[in-house]
């Protein structure tokens, strides 16, 4: 098993930034593609990012490249998602998820889950 404790959720205006950090644990965290995911209300959860497991490979959907950036350090056992420029439909509870399989993978078959932040962009 591994528990995944998501962080740094808040409101902040349209044009502002935040960082949502993600710790791990329970399992030897490097083992694991890391990705994170939202869900807005009256809406599916998404895909956001993912990174593999040593952090060389990162998969953005289009969405949120060159706004957001996925990065990891594997002695704290936490991934981050460090968000700019954020826009009123960022507005969501932002998941981090975990995979066994690759930094493609965790879009579609993560095995865990954290409980989710909420982040809440005014305009």
């Known amino acids: 098993q591994v528990q995944l404790v998501e962080s740094g959720g808040g409101l902040v205006q349209a044009g502002g930034f935040l960082r949502l950090s993600c710790v791990a644990s329970?399992?030897?965290?490097?083992?694991?593609?890391m990705g994170w995911f939202r869900q807005a209300p009256g809406q599916e959860r998404e895909f956001v990012v993912s990174?593999?497991?040593?952090?060389?490979?990162?998969y953005y959907t289009e969405f949120v490249k060159g706004r957001f950036t996925i990065s990891r350090d594997n002695a704290k056992n936490t991934v981050y998602l460090q968000m700019n420029s954020l826009k009123p439909e960022d507005t969501a509870v932002y998941y981090c998820?975990?995979?066994?399989?690759?930094?493609?993978?965790?879009?579609?078959?993560?095995?865990?889950w954290g409980q989710g932040t909420q982040v809440t962009v005014s305009s």
């Open positions: 998820a975990a995979t066994t399989g690759g930094v493609v993978e965790v879009k579609s078959n993560p095995d865990y």
């Open positions: 990174i593999s497991y040593r952090g060389f490979s990162t």
């Open positions: 329970g399992r030897t965290f490097n083992n694991y593609a």
